[in-house]
């Protein structure tokens, strides 16, 4: 049995490593084989050119294939799994081509698990275990009222007049302002049609109080069935969204006045370019740290009284163990990947787990990776 790791950019190398020093046998991937080794060199000398033709005839039953290569081309690698009886992993989004192969990935007995990295990944099991901890309460009831709240971002540890630097690809980022989001606030639907236009004040529960701004991300609401939430409940808020550092919306204020202009294909190719000029202004310096930061919030509330109040709080920066982001990404991918091969996930194409013993035990191996990690009980 092999584990194929796709992709060596910024987000996959301590869970890349982890898997190596772990002892299974690794074959990694990645399309320039220089910078590959350049990450893993020191630990393993498998390292090859990728190229789906040659992952696929590389491919093995029982083998499990990682993605950590752009989002498009993840179904193109589970499709080969599917076809040559091994599972697949990722920390991405399931895209409605990935869960159309749910069917196909149950009959064969294979795993497709997804949304295993920090947005989407840990923030998931934080919620899972928010909403387990409330139905075992003793402030649940059936009238209660929910707020669920979940932001989380990459953030410069030493702020910078942009108020942002960059971890993953430019354009990936400039392309998400684009993207319109649903939410739902004080039992409405909120649609954005830019993030701009909903950015609000979040206070962090930190050992240091902290403001940041906050605003919703992509479609919140397939996300209640998802971490459980019953039909009947009543759900005054519910939001998934995308933190920055204080000053952030003013610094970009000229960015976004410009992607409001842009379209079609001469919008792409300007995005591009505004994300080369973007990163070589603001990329991390060597050794520089990064900051991620993560709050899921469940509070329940009856006739104006305070029933049921916890936060999951999480502080995470660069230090020499490499960037916050890197380790908070691939670490639990790699954690998801044996997972995969104990059986712990049934077969399928899924999410993040709900299974609270593997919560339990992910979020312990998370701990190990942040400066600072707490379920806070805002009721004492």
Request: glycine fraction near 8%; charge should be negative.
């Amino acid at each position: 049995m092999t584990i194929h790791w796709c992709g060596t950019g910024l987000s996959s190398g301590p869970g890349l490593r982890r898997l190596i020093g772990a002892g299974h046998k690794v074959a990694v991937w990645n399309r320039t084989v220089e910078k590959a080794r350049e990450v893993v060199g020191d630990l393993t000398g498998d390292v090859r050119a990728y190229s789906l033709e040659a992952l696929t005839a590389a491919l093995q039953p029982g083998d499990v294939a990682i993605s950590m290569l752009p989002a498009d081309q993840h179904v193109a690698i589970a499709t080969a799994c599917l076809q040559k009886g091994a599972h697949f992993v990722s920390s991405s989004y399931i895209a409605p081509e990935m869960k159309a192969l749910d069917a196909a990935y149950r009959d064969a007995g294979l795993v497709s698990v997804n949304e295993v990295g920090l947005d989407p990944g840990i923030d998931h099991l934080m919620a899972h275990d928010l909403v387990a901890r409330y139905r075992a309460s003793a402030g649940y009831h059936a009238d209660n009222e929910l707020s669920f709240t979940s932001y989380c971002g990459g953030v410069p540890k030493i702020p910078n007049p942009f108020r942002y630097k960059f971890s993953w690809a430019p354009v990936g980022v400039l392309k998400a302002l684009r993207s319109p989001s649903r939410s739902l606030k004080n039992f409405s639907e909120l649609r954005v049609a830019r993030p701009w236009d909903a950015i609000t004040r979040y206070d962090a529960p930190l050992p240091q109080p902290e403001s940041f701004e906050v605003y919703p991300n992509r479609d919140s609401y397939p996300f209640m069935a998802e971490y459980r939430f019953d039909p009947e409940w009543k759900v005054r808020d519910f939001v998934r969204g995308t933190i920055r550092l204080n000053g952030w919306a003013e610094a970009w204020a000229p960015v976004f006045a410009e992607i409001e202009t842009l379209s079609g294909p001469e919008g792409d190719a300007r995005l591009a370019e505004m994300a080369a000029g973007f990163l070589s202004e603001n990329a991390y310096a060597p050794g520089e740290p990064d900051r991620v930061v993560l709050f899921v919030s469940l509070l329940a509330q009856r006739a104006g009284r305070v029933m049921f109040h916890e936060t999951w709080a999480m502080d995470a920066w660069g230090d020499a163990r490499g960037s916050a982001m890197g380790r908070l990404v691939s670490v639990p991918v790699s954690l998801a990947v044996e997972s995969v091969l104990a059986r712990e996930i049934p077969a399928g194409v899924h999410p993040a787990p709900h299974d609270p013993r593997l919560i339990a035990r992910w979020m312990s191996e998370v701990a190990g990776l942040v400066q600072y990690l707490q379920r806070i009980d805002h009721l004492g």
